[in-house]
């Protein structure tokens, strides 16, 4: 079956830190662009990193650059979100992406919940 | 990076159509044949309704259309069934500094 799964989701403190974790099967994930967005909770969508099949030319929405770091292992089939310096702000469902077609998100995980608060 | 606007609400009965909005600027929707649109239903994960402005993924119905003109996205639901009833977001490619920008998302009623 083609899917993600994240995990690593969890209470954090603000300023602490956590990695989320997405792995892909059914597919082979270095052939795509990878993403993460995330859902604050009763909010809408917004998008936060993404990264080239090969692990080159990482992006990120200004609320998250500097704090944030995208990576993945190709050879386990596993997309990171390291996020550093959390904020309160950044409480919400994390969800990967499989990069499709001409900037659309066609395969999404099921979210992870990262909550950031005292 | 603001957030393309899209109405909070519309609504149908079964078998009608309704149509959302999508409107963001000449540096996005404008810009690029890069609009994407995506139903979620409560506690679930988006899926991809609609690429490049009209296209649809094998698996979605052809209920679901979607075009552009300027600035502005549509989607359309023809013939309106009970599980249409979810949010919808839009998004667009924004270029290689903002890159991708979702738009505030229509909660779709089935009257």
């Known amino acids: 079956e083609v899917q993600l799964v994240e995990s690593g989701g969890g209470l954090v403190q603000p300023g602490g830190s956590l990695r989320l974790s997405c792995v892909g099967s059914?597919?082979?994930?270095?052939?795509?662009?990878m993403h993460w967005a995330r859902q604050a909770p009763g909010k809408g969508l917004v998008w936060v990193s993404h990264?080239?099949?090969?692990?080159?030319?990482?992006g990120y929405a200004d609320s998250v650059k500097g704090r944030f770091i995208i990576s993945r292992d190709n050879a386990k089939n596993t997309l990171y979100l390291q996020m550093n310096s959390l904020r309160v702000e950044d409480t919400a469902v994390y969800y990967c992406g499989r990069g499709g077609v001409v900037a659309s998100l066609d395969l999404w995980g099921q979210g992870a919940l990262v909550s950031v608060s005292s | 990076q603001s957030a393309l606007t899209q109405p909070p609400s519309a609504s149908g009965s079964p078998g009608q159509s309704v149509a959302i909005s999508c409107t963001g600027t000449?540096?996005?929707?404008?810009?690029?044949?890069?609009v994407s649109w995506y139903q979620q239903h409560p506690g679930k994960a988006p899926r991809l309704m609609i690429y490049e402005v009209n296209k649809r993924p094998s698996g979605v119905p052809d209920r679901f259309s979607g075009s552009k003109s300027g600035n502005t996205a549509s989607l359309t639901v023809s013939g309106l069934q009970a599980e249409d009833e979810a949010d919808y977001y839009c998004?667009?490619?924004?270029?290689?500094?903002?890159?991708?920008?979702f738009g505030t998302g229509t909660k779709v009623t089935v009257l």
């Open positions: 059914g597919f082979t994930l270095s052939d795509y662009w």
């Open positions: 000449s540096g996005d929707v404008g810009a690029y044949d890069s």
């Open positions: 998004s667009s490619y924004a270029g290689s500094n903002t890159f991708y920008v």
């Open positions: 990264i080239k099949g090969d692990g080159t030319n990482p």
